[in-house]
């Protein structure tokens, strides 16, 4: 099982001014903590909780149907192309990224055991988005489009695009080029399936997109890649029964949600970095980034207080950004949380060559760079404590399905947990819907013209301080 470790953040080692005494705080708290966690737990199977995703370990029915696709269309195409943004993008990003072999769109077919590779268009420039579709062959390409409304205008653009390029090159046939993941009845994108005969996979009610990585989601692209879903979603059932536990001293999830909520409304630590130090792990800050803001960022909590809550998530990379950011984190504002994520034993060990033996660099000979890796997250650790800067880390046994799976379904657990301290809707997100409608408005969506009138006005404001040079 991943381990957590919070000494980093204990008074005795930064200091009061920045630091807890977490044990006392873990039993000034052990009755709230208790409750937040049996609620959690009775509220997950009533509709409109949005709590769905507390069972998507569980769901065999979608792990068949998932595999049973995949074995399908095994050998068929040369690329999978997932389009998808935000949650429909960033959970499956950071799983294939972790566990496909290191650069494995260069790999050969054998290398990749006949695997395709796999592209995600999580964005709408219009030069990645040309620049992709001129080097993929559509003919060999499968394509996921995922959005669980139908109507995310990105997703659907790039959807409408691709269509029609593929429309053009297979005729009628295009359509065993596609498969959706959307809603089960409801939403533009189910219509266009069933209308068109796609193959679809659903996303359950009551699963927002930034928690729903353990459904079809993410699931979906990783079989399709040849990585053991299986091993995923055994990682998830036996961690739950520990993230279950309403004994904050037994639940990791709980003591991370609690020492970030304490850190923030007591020490004033108004951001969290998430820092693994590991290359393969790169993009689960960016899926956590998603995560930590979407779901905490609120302006007012769940009784009509205006409260502004919400740190602000930052990602990092161990060791590369100790040369980028941690000037800053050292000396800069002690406003931040450092969480470290540790790999205990990775796939491969490289010797450093005994050679130069007569220069100043001679002592790197014969050791490993793993063994340079933990040195740099070791002494970044103490060197932080040495200037009262607050740090937790997340070790990992190892780097696979099991233990990923770990790692995001426990920090998903520790975000409802501290959206009940922070005492806000978890799994609202109104804060991106203004925009979207000022979009909706401008692109001409029937039914949008009040917020196109709106923005066009605003705009003539900005616009008039525009200064040209």
């Known amino acids: 099982m991943i381990k957590f470790d919070y000494?980093?953040?204990e008074s005795n080692?930064?200091?009061?001014?920045?630091?807890?005494?977490?044990q006392e705080e873990f039993n000034n708290y052990r009755e709230k903590i208790s409750q937040i966690i049996a609620d959690l737990n009775q509220r997950k199977d009533k509709p409109g909780q949005w709590l769905q995703w507390m069972n998507l370990g569980y769901n065999e029915e979608t792990v068949w149907y998932v595999k049973e696709y995949a074995s399908m269309v095994e050998g068929r195409f040369d690329n999978l192309l997932v389009l998808g943004i935000g949650g429909s993008a960033l959970g499956g990003l950071a799983m294939t990224e972790a566990l496909l072999k290191p650069y494995w769109n260069y790999l050969s077919n054998e290398q990749r055991n006949n695997y395709p590779r796999i592209f995600f268009l999580d964005n709408i420039d219009p030069d990645s988005v040309n620049g992709l579709l001129d080097v993929l062959d559509l003919k060999k390409t499968l394509v996921n489009v995922i959005t669980k409304s139908g109507s995310t205008v990105e997703t659907m653009a790039q959807y409408m695009i691709v269509k029609d390029r593929l429309e053009q090159e297979l005729g009628d046939d295009y359509r065993k080029n596609i498969v959706a993941t959307t809603d089960k009845q409801t939403g533009i994108l189910r219509q266009l399936?069933?209308?068109e005969g796609y193959k679809t996979f659903v996303i359950p009610d009551d699963v927002g997109g930034r928690f729903s990585v353990f459904s079809a989601v993410g699931l979906l692209p990783l079989a399709l890649v040849g990585i053991d879903i299986d091993e995923v979603v055994q990682g998830i059932k036996d961690i739950d029964l520990a993230l279950k536990n309403m004994d904050i001293n037994n639940n990791i999830a709980a003591q991370n949600a609690l020492i970030h909520y304490l850190l923030d409304t007591q020490k004033g630590k108004k951001i969290s970095v998430m820092m693994p130090y590991s290359s393969r792990l790169r993009y689960v800050p960016d899926w956590f980034v998603h995560l930590w803001a979407e779901s905490l960022g609120k302006v007012i909590d769940n009784d009509g207080n205006i409260v502004h809550s919400g740190q602000t998530p930052l990602k990092a990379i161990g060791a590369t950004d100790q040369y980028s950011q941690m000037q800053l984190y050292?000396?800069?504002?002690?406003?931040k949380i450092i969480n470290f994520v540790r790999v205990g034993e990775?796939?491969?060990?490289?010797?450093?060559?005994k050679i130069f033996e007569y220069t100043g660099i001679r002592y790197l000979g014969g050791k490993t760079i793993n063994e340079l890796l933990d040195a740099e997250a070791d002494s970044t650790k103490v060197t932080l404590a040495d200037n009262s800067r607050p740090t937790v880390s997340i070790i990992m046994p190892k780097i696979d399905g099991y233990h990923l799976a770990q790692l995001l379904y426990m920090l998903e657990v520790q975000t409802a947990i501290a959206g009940e301290l922070y005492n806000v809707n978890t799994f609202n997100q109104e804060g991106v819907e203004q925009a979207k409608n000022y979009t909706y408005g401008l692109m001409g969506r029937s039914g949008y013209e009040e917020?196109?009138?709106?923005?066009k006005n605003k705009l003539d404001v900005f616009n008039k301080d525009t200064v040209n040079v």
Not at 13 to 22: A, P, T, Y
Not at 330 to 335: A, F, I, T, V
Not at 451 to 455: D, L, Q
């Open 346 to 353: 990775f796939d491969n060990s490289l010797e450093i060559p």
């Open 330 to 335: 050292n000396e800069g504002p002690n406003d």
């Open 193 to 195: 399936a069933d209308q």
């Open 7 to 9: 000494s980093g953040v």
């Open 13 to 22: 080692i930064i200091g009061n001014e920045h630091g807890l005494n977490v």
């Open 451 to 455: 917020s196109a009138s709106e923005i």
